[in-house]
Structures are given as C-alpha cells and as structure tokens.
Nanobody, 118 residues
C-alpha cells in the first residue's frame, strides 16, 4: 500500500500561483506514476496532470501551459505548480499515484481545497 499526504492549497487571487506538494510512503518502489486530479462540486474527479516514471506527462483539459509537475524520486514527492489561476480552477485537488505490483492499484490523498477568488 501507498500513503499520500498532501500539503499546500488554500485561497489565492485570480491570476496568482500556488504550489501543492504530496509525499508518498509505504510501497513506493511499486509507483509507476504520480500526479494530481481535481474534483468540482457535484462532478467526477478529473485529471489535472500526471508524470509517469518514463517521463511522460499526461495533461488534463484547460491546464496545459499553466500547470507544471515535478517529482523528487529520492524523497518520493510530487509537486504541482499552478500559475495564472482562474476561478474555474477552484476545486478539491487530490494527489494520485498508480502502482504496479502484479496488479495495478491507484491511491489517493485526502484532498486539499484550492479556491481562486475573482
């Protein structure tokens, strides 16, 4: 199993920037990808950005060019740097990891609220 603990989030003004961090612990050697999803009220969780071990990045809609991702493999952390934030980026952001140990498993952090004021 993998445990994910997020930090960051909060209130930011329109056009501002924010950094979210996530630390993984447990069976980290089985991690093949880490990243972030977000969930709007009443909606399903959606992809923000993920980074695979091979370096490939998957982007969600409307964030490319504004959000970047970075991983520190030694510390088992993943950071999301969000810039040019808009009110429509307001959501709960979840750290995510995909592991493979025979079978594939997905793990989630507890979520952190990001609110962008207009």
């Amino acid at each position: 199993q993998v445990r994910l603990v997020e930090s960051g989030g909060g209130l930011v003004q329109f056009g501002g920037s924010l950094r979210l961090s996530c630390a993984a612990s447990g069976s980290v050697s089985s991690i093949v990808a880490m990243g972030w999803y977000r969930q709007f009220p009443g909606k399903q969780r959606e992809l923000v950005i993920t980074l695979r071990n091979d370096g490939k990045i998957d982007y969600g809609n409307s964030i490319k060019g504004r959000f970047t991702i970075s991983r520190d493999h030694a510390k088992n952390t993943v950071d999301l740097q969000a810039a040019s934030l808009k009110p429509e980026d307001t959501a709960v952001y979840y750290c995510y990891t995909r592991t493979v140990w025979g079978s594939q498993f997905n793990y989630w952090g507890q979520g952190t609220q990001v609110t962008v004021s207009s």
